[in-house]
């Protein structure tokens, strides 16, 4: 490939590559439907609540491949996609991962965790059971990877990781809660037990577990609030 070299003004040596582009398909949309679509998310989104009370009723995998296909279409720092989504239904690994979670989080629960926290934690009603680890059909463990091999074997550094899957993470909860599922962010900490049940390399450092399913009839969740927009939100200009 043609490739020429310049000096930025910090004088590090900037490689160009002749820029590749396609032409951008936009869909514009008329205000009215544009109003519509965004206030029928809105209502949407505010039905999701994090449940902790899962079916084991199966889910079809068609729905999840899609949702996760979803995720990975999130913005990433160098366009790296510094994701890995391991999708878990094998009863046998689901209870390694549910007895490893609940080793770390007895231990929080019992002398890891400040006061102040465990007070912040009580209008959840959280404990270090996780019967959920089993009894989901599926756990997406989200794998934020720090590092990749190029197509030469050569590690390279990965840009905005945490970020980045993040908002990868945050799109697959939309769209399994679009999809009609229910879905847990659980994070154990520390969660290196991840790696070695899942087989993921040390590059990767695991993010959070995305539990997935239908609720359980009649499953209950807390009694809280989300904060108003004004809360949320600084106006600057109009
Ligand atoms: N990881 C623990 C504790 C926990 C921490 C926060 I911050 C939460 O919002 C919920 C739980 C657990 O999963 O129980």
């Given at each position: 490939m043609?490739?020429?070299?310049f000096?930025s003004h ?6 160009s ?21 965004a206030?029928?998310f809105n209502t949407?989104m505010q ?10 009723r199966a889910v079809?995998?068609?729905?999840i491949?899609d949702?996760?296909?979803a995720?990975g279409?999130a913005p990433s720092?160098?366009n790296r996609?510094?994701w890995?989504?391991a999708?878990?239904?094998?009863p046998a690994?689901?209870?390694?991962i549910?007895l490893a979670a609940?080793?770390?989080e007895?231990e929080?629960?019992t002398s890891?965790?400040p ?11 959280t ?9 989901a059909p599926?756990?997406i463990?989200?794998?934020a ?5 190029d197509s030469?074997g050569?590690?390279q550094k990965n840009?905005y990781?945490t970020?980045?899957a ?15 599922l229910?879905?847990?962010t ?7 037990f ?6 993921r ?5 695991p993010l ?6 239908y609720p359980?009839k009649?499953?209950r969740v807390?009694d809280i609030?989300r904060?108003p927009l004004t809360?949320?939100?600084s106006?600057?200009?109009d």
């Amino acid at each position: 490939m043609n490739t020429r070299k310049f000096f930025s003004h910090t004088g590090k040596t900037m490689t160009s590559q002749p820029l590749k582009t396609i032409n951008l398909k936009f869909e514009e949309l008329p205000e009215s439907e544009m109003k519509s679509r965004a206030s029928e998310f809105n209502t949407l989104m505010q039905k999701r609540r994090t449940v902790r009370d899962f079916s084991s009723r199966a889910v079809s995998r068609d729905v999840i491949d899609d949702c996760l296909a979803a995720a990975g279409s999130a913005p990433s720092g160098a366009n790296r996609q510094p994701w890995h989504f391991a999708l878990v239904s094998d009863p046998a690994i689901k209870r390694e991962i549910r007895l490893a979670a609940q080793v770390e989080e007895e231990e929080f629960y019992t002398s890891r965790a400040p006061q102040d926290w465990l007070d912040a934690l009580a209008p959840l009603g959280t404990d270090s059971e996780k019967p959920f680890l089993e009894h989901a059909p599926y756990l997406i463990v989200v794998f934020a990877q720090k590092f990749e091999l190029d197509s030469e074997g050569n590690k390279q550094k990965n840009y905005y990781v945490t970020e980045s899957a993040s908002i990868a993470t945050g799109l697959l909860i939309a769209g399994l809660h679009n999809a009609g599922l229910a879905t847990l962010t659980h994070t154990p900490s520390p969660m290196k037990f991840l790696n070695e049940i899942l087989e993921r390399p040390s590059t990767e450092k695991p993010l959070m577990v995305i539990v997935t399913g239908y609720p359980e009839k009649g499953a209950r969740v807390p009694d809280i609030d989300r904060k108003p927009l004004t809360d949320i939100v600084s106006v600057h200009g109009d």
